[in-house]
């Protein structure tokens, strides 16, 4: 199984910072990578996929990146309605494998 | 499109555990229909996947316990997974894969763009 590994696990930060997520896998996945949100008690809902292209209506402040084992998700200026859990999922193999997230707090 | 599931949330250990996820405004068509779920307190872990069209895959770890099946008449698809154990509690979610790439050999590359609420269900004695 292709394993993800985000890091870090966890980060507090304040509104308006930049936060960088990265998310490594065990071996090349090209750029077949997905990026998810997920608030407390919610479904999660997709952000990004194929490692750069953002969803239709998510707000540009998103942005991801990378190829073959190392992937980031930043978001520009974080907001208030940004804290929440972000995983990546692997689109290249079975099974589908997720990180195992990173929950983004208030600081 | 709208996904809803429903199922037995209580269950005892050895017992089969049940849920449908019904697809509203939209056809089962040439997506990937996955159940996926979620430990308290921990990461998501995808389970398996239909498509209506084809046979299911499931994660190596639960074959044997899972099943994966489709309705195209009444635009469903279900899972049961017997034998559970309190290492199966969790809450569970339907998903509609979107193959966006098809590989040479027809594998397809799919993210999760549409999700179910969530059922919890619980094994407990």
């Known amino acids: ?107 | 499109v709208e996904l809803q599931q429903w199922g037995a949330g209580l269950l005892k250990p050895s017992e089969t555990l049940s849920l449908t996820c019904a697809v509203y405004d939209g056809s089962l068509g040439d997506y990937y229909w996955s159940w996926i779920r979620q430990p308290p307190g921990k990461g998501l872990e995808w389970i398996g996947e239909i498509k209506h069209s084809g046979s299911p895959n499931y994660k190596s770890s639960l074959k044997g316990r899972v099943s994966i099946s489709a309705d195209t008449s009444k635009n469903q698809f279900s899972l049961k997974l017997s034998s559970v154990t309190a290492a199966d509690t969790a809450v569970y979610y339907c998903a509609r894969g979107f193959p966006y790439y098809y590989d040479n050999s027809g594998s397809p590359f799919a993210y999760f763009d549409y999700w179910g609420q969530g059922s919890q269900v619980t094994v407990s004695s």
């Not at chain 1, 065990?26 to 990578?33: F, G, M, N, P, T």
């Open chain 1, 1 to 107: 199984d292709i394993q993800l590994t985000q890091s870090p696990s966890f980060l507090s930060a304040s509104v308006g910072d930049r936060v960088t997520i990265t998310c490594r896998a065990s071996q090349d996945i090209s750029s077949y990578l997905a990026w998810y949100q997920q608030q407390p008690g919610k479904a999660p809902r997709y952000l990004i996929f194929a490692a750069s292209t953002l969803q239709s209506g998510v707000p540009s402040r998103f942005s991801g990146s990378g190829s073959g084992t190392e992937f980031t998700l930043t978001i520009s200026s974080l907001q208030p309605e940004d804290f929440a859990t972000y995983y990546c999922q692997q689109l290249n193999a079975y099974p589908r494998t997720f990180g195992q997230g990173t929950k983004v707090e208030i600081k």
